[in-house]
């Protein structure tokens, strides 16, 4: 059953990468091979509960032993503007009895203390490595408790061992599509819905795009799953379009969207001020062709003209201080290349980048931007990024937290681009905020100081011998 | 004097615990030159990495057998040999710490075996320790975790002596120690001419410094060959009742004493280990020490204004809830609520009417309930807090949200003057401010009042 699902996620027609595959590939799947003792990254529980519990009003249950659910809550910053009981850490803590006798029974009555006590709209339940050995099926579980309780409660099987993160985006997309989404109607559709997939509101970050969307009668209809509520995910199949942001991460939602609902989606990014001005156009664009009156593209235009000026004007004063500056670049995905031209337009030079996780149209761009000037890397080991960070061969390193310390040991400036991040960089705002934190980091007073040599390591003049 | 009580529930809400194999993780942390590693699945590390990361602000060395659907049917002896080989030959470190989780003893790996056989298969690995640890995630909390990561590195690493080294004496400490603690009882234990040998002693790897190069493994920490000499010490202080295991285990091995200390916070507690050093070192107390303790008198006799009666609710691991709530109780307070993570010798002396083995929500219930004023537990207790609108005192494992968790200091004569301090500090900026109303007659005499004014 689970076999069955990861294949068929693999098996993923509109992935680019897998397009270009022969059959035999194809079947063989994407993840690539974990190396034992040199992995770095979550597991497929971590990327599904990634993915879906930003659904600010429902309980997530974490069913497993407490390191899946005690060791990681409370980890990231996915923000809601309503609910906040997704906040919550649930977990069936499975003991050693429940590993002997099965836990089902205790995920059962687990449920339904958790509906009684929260009363949510509906309860996700999270299978983990454990009792995926001992074979409890939580599908049937949840069908039994959605059954007896009158909730829908959504299995997400996607067990630690099955893979990846990204595969576990994936498999809780797939628990969307099977167990929520067209379950239930919209109070009123109108030609303006859209669907943003794959963000999850990091920090805010819909915030600062909404207003754009806003003030161009746009609604976001379906929310997957950034700042959305049970409701918002149910009635994503009536959405004229789908945009897809995290680059691969939900594309078997927008591609099941568009074959069973007929919600057709692209590709779009809200980093960088090019990119911002594509999205909006090409929803504009979308929308028109869905029904929506024409004059929609006239203000598209309109807006971005002056969002635009609006941006450069705001970022004009750090130009002057930030041209030539270089900066090492290690994300991943669409962040490869649209923070590359963000930071271009602006002067800053991008000396290296890496494109883990990105798929070859990703690195094509990358590519593309940075020309001779800079470097593509799969992946730097740490002593080699501390090399050349120690080395200064970049003036700031833009990463994860994973790779932070490396940065400020090596005595150098960092920013965090990645999920765990507290800042917001999205839309026009957003590249706003990059920049004055960029801007921020580099000329912080303190660099001067802790390069200095310490007093014992000093070259001095030698010690005046007293008379 | 406490109840221990074990509710049974079906689900945990706001877990107070985290996992044996996190905890053993961190005690290997502790280890100069060492890669941790999990055997099990990436995500194991990656949860308990960012924790780490996040608590410390330092780059953490944590591995992972990368356990996959395959292995976890067939077994993870390859994953076991390939992980050891590659951190080997990428990191050139001196000791490996595998630890166990839930999916490797699910399935029941044969650990001790598989190393043996590792160990035939490459020679190349003779120069390095690999040190193993049973620490399923489905059984007791960090706490015990580390507990038996020490005792493991004491079994399989320490070796036999004939003789002591004059003035050498053992250190275990237990996982509710910072780095920052650690440096007050070194500092304690040099003062009298003793030289320790902490272990494991996350003040040499973990307490924030700036290294002049890049390292993969831990840097610094307790040597492999301090670990040795530990059955040359003339005497074992073993800090926290966690800690038992080990310093019995040193005992079986190479004939140290040894002594457990349930504390070192709080006057008393403190003034028991002098004690002992006195008696080891054959010396008396040296004068900064003697200030020291005369400045914690001091400190009790200005603060305790503050603590008298006043109601807290407190939520830890058991040897620090027992560290802290037996502190409050002495400084004149009510510990009104104590939750813990697992079950221990120690609870039962936790001055409170009852210890529950439960989660974030038993403490909000408990004081809500109680009319706690203050709460004191790790930064996931904030939500509480906010919740209950009571001020949070950040203690333990995790603190992601504050500068400086390894440097909080509550042992030792000056650890606990800071902490009066500190926590004195948050009950007077919360103390209650007197309003108009705060003594109005009971109602019926106020209406006749109001009544007779007209």
Not at chain 1, 72 to 93: L, P
Not at chain 2, 219 to 234: K, L, N, Q
Not at chain 2, 328 to 353: N, R, Y
Request: with cysteine.
């Amino acid at each position: 059953m689970l076999k069955r699902k990861v294949e068929d996620v693999f098996n993923e027609p509109g992935c680019a990468t897998n397009q270009g595959k022969t059959d035999k590939q194809r079947k063989s799947g994407c993840a690539k091979p974990l190396t034992p003792g040199a992995a770095a990254g979550g597991c497929a529980f971590d990327g599904a509960k990634i993915a879906l519990q930003p659904i600010a009003d429902c309980i997530h249950i974490v069913h497993g032993p407490i390191a899946c659910e005690g060791n990681g809550w409370d980890n990231r910053h996915a923000k809601s503007s309503n609910s906040q009981v997704f906040r919550t850490g649930v977990t069936t803590d499975m003991s050693d009895l429940d590993v002997i006798y099965g836990g089902e029974k205790k995920l059962y009555k687990a449920i339904k203390e958790a509906i009684s006590r929260f009363d949510p709209p509906a309860v996700f339940v999270y299978q983990t490595c454990v009792p995926a050995m001992i074979g409890d099926d939580i599908v049937k579980v949840c069908e039994a408790a959605a059954e007896r309780l009158g909730k829908p409660v959504i299995p997400v099987n996607a067990p630690g061992f099955v893979g990846s993160k990204n595969l576990g985006n994936k498999l809780g997309g797939e628990a969307l599509l099977e167990y929520v989404i067209g379950t239930e109607e919209p109070a009123e559709t109108t030609p303006y819905d859209i669907n943003i997939l794959g963000d999850y509101n990091i920090a805010g970050e819909l915030w600062q795009v909404e207003p754009l969307l806003k003030k161009l009668g746009i609604r976001v209809l379906g929310r997957i799953t950034g700042d959305a509520r049970y409701h918002d995910v149910t009635v994503a199949h009536r959405a004229k379009l789908s945009m897809m942001v995290c680059s691969q991460a939900l594309i078997n939602v927008a591609r099941k969207l568009q074959e069973r609902y007929g919600v057709p989606y692209f590709e779009g990014s809200f980093y960088g001020v090019s990119d911002t001005s594509m999205a909006l156009r090409t929803i504009a664009r979308m929308l028109v062709e869905q029904g929506a009156d024409p004059e929609l593209i006239d203000r598209t235009e309109a807006l971005v003209i002056s969002e635009e000026a609006r941006c450069y004007a705001r970022l004009a004063p750090y130009k002057a201080r930030l041209e030539g500056k270089r900066v090492l670049l290690y994300t991943g995905g669409h962040k490869s290349w649209s923070v590359i031209s963000a930071l271009q337009d602006i002067g800053v030079k991008v000396i290296g980048s890496s494109v883990r996780k990105s798929t070859d149209n990703d690195k094509d761009r990358a590519k593309e931007l940075m020309g001779d000037d800079g470097m593509l890397y799969d992946a730097i080991p740490p002593r080699e990024m501390y090399r050349m960070l120690k080395d200064r061969e970049a003036d700031m390193m833009l990463s994860g937290g994973r790779t932070q310390f490396i940065a400020l040991k090596a005595k150098m400036p960092w920013l965090d681009m990645n999920q765990e991040r507290h800042h917001a960089y999205a839309g026009y705002e957003g590249m706003v905020s990059l920049i004055s934190e960029i801007d921020k980091a580099l000329f912080n007073p303190i660099w001067e100081q802790v390069r200095t040599p310490a007093p014992w390591d000093a070259i001095c003049a030698p010690a005046k011998t007293e008379a | 004097m406490a109840e221990v009580i074990h509710p049974r529930k079906s689900l945990s809400i706001n877990p107070l615990k985290m996992s044996q194999p996190l905890g053993g993780a961190m005690a290997f942390m502790g280890i100069e030159g060492c890669m941790p590693l999990l055997h099990g699945s990436q995500g194991c590390t990656a949860f308990g990495l960012v924790l780490l990361v996040r608590h410390f602000r330092e780059a953490i060395p944590f591995q992972t057998t990368a356990m996959n659907e395959i292995t976890t049917i067939l077994g993870g002896v390859e994953n076991l040999e390939q992980a050891c080989l590659n951190i080997y030959n990428r990191t050139k470190c001196k000791v490996i710490g595998v630890c166990t989780t839930g999916l490797t003893e699910t399935r029941g790996e044969d650990l001790k075996g598989d190393l043996k056989l590792i160990r035939q298969r490459h020679p190349e690995l003779a120069g390095v320790e690999i040190v193993y640890v049973t620490t399923p995630d489905f059984a007791a909390a960090l706490e015990q975790g580390w507990g038996k990561a020490v005792t493991a590195m004491v079994e399989q690493i320490v070796q036999p002596a004939l003789g002591a080294t004059e003035g050498q004496i053992n250190i275990l400490a237990g996982s509710h120690l910072t780095p920052g603690d650690i440096e007050e009882v070194r500092d304690l234990v040099e003062a009298f001419g003793l030289t320790p040998i902490v272990l494991p002693d996350l003040a040499g790897s973990l307490d924030g410094h700036v290294p002049d190069q890049y390292m993969g493994t831990t840097y610094g920490g307790t040597t492999v060959e301090d670990i040795r000499a530990m059955g040359r010490s003339e005497y074992t202080i073993a800090i926290g009742q966690q800690m038992r295991y080990a310093a019995a285990a040193l005992e079986a091995k190479a004939g140290v004493p040894f002594e457990v200390l349930d504390r070192l916070t709080g006057l008393n507690a403190v003034d028991q280990f002098v004690q002992i050093l006195q008696k080891v070192s054959g010396r008396s107390a040296p004068a900064k020490i003697r200030r020291q303790r005369s400045q914690l008198l001091d400190a009790m006799l200005d603060g305790h204004f503050y603590f008298g009666n006043t109601q807290v609710a407190v939520a830890a691991e058991p040897d620090l809830l027992f560290a802290l709530t037996s502190w409050l109780a002495e400084m004149g307070a009510k510990v009104v609520t104590a939750i813990t993570s697992m079950d221990s010798p120690i609870l039962s002396q936790v001055p409170a009417d009852q210890v529950i083995v439960g989660d974030m929500d038993d403490l909000e219930r408990g004081a809500a309930e109680k009319g706690a004023r203050l709460l004191m537990t790790h930064s996931h207790g904030r939500m509480s807090a906010e919740k209950l609108d009571v001020p949070l005192f950040r203690v333990g494992f995790p603190m992601f949200d504050r500068l400086g968790a390894a440097h909080r200091r509550t042992v030792g004569y000056r650890g606990t003057r800071d902490l009066i301090f500190e926590v004195g500090n948050m009950l007077i900026e919360h103390s209650h401010e007197a309003a108009p109303d705060d003594w109005s007659l009971p109602e019926g005499e106020e209406a006749n009042a109001t009544a007779t004014a007209h």
